[in-house]
């Protein structure tokens, strides 16, 4: 069964730092495009940071650039978003998220359009509260 499961949410003081995970089982993830994207009350769904598996680059919003890491551990099939320096407007859902590799999702500059990813997890809430 295709899963993923995002975990590592919480509530942080501003300034503050979380790293999130997301777990895949029923394939490999890096055969697959990889997105993190988050969605705050009354907004839409926006992409954080996305990870080409044709090339191995990573890519990131504007709004989290030198403050989020993107990284993965292949053994264990499993991605994680490190999150320093938090602010108030990061407060959201934050989802992982993949497509096949063969759909060029990222490398067609695609990354962030969440209407392109396939498999998608529950999400893990992110609360920055002071």
């Known amino acids: 069964q295709t899963q993923l499961v995002e975990s590592g949410g919480g509530v942080v003081q501003p300034g503050g730092s979380l790293r999130l995970s997301c777990a895949a089982s029923?394939?490999?993830?890096?055969?697959?495009?990889i997105g993190w994207f988050r969605q705050a009350p009354g907004k839409e769904r926006e992409g954080v940071s996305c990870w080409s598996s044709a090339d191995d680059d990573t890519h990131y919003a504007d709004f989290v650039k030198g403050r989020f890491t993107m990284s993965r551990d292949d053994a264990k099939n499993m991605v994680y978003l490190q999150m320093n320096s938090l602010k108030y407007e990061d407060t959201a859902i934050y989802y992982c998220?993949?497509?096949?590799?063969?759909?060029?999702?990222?490398?067609?500059?695609?990354?962030?359009?969440?209407?392109?990813?396939?498999?998608w997890g529950q999400g893990t809430q992110v609360t920055v509260s002071s």
């Open positions: 029923g394939y490999t993830l890096r055969l697959h495009d």
């Open positions: 998220a993949t497509v096949d590799v063969s759909k060029g999702v990222v490398d067609y500059g695609k990354g962030f359009d969440a209407a392109e990813y396939e498999f």
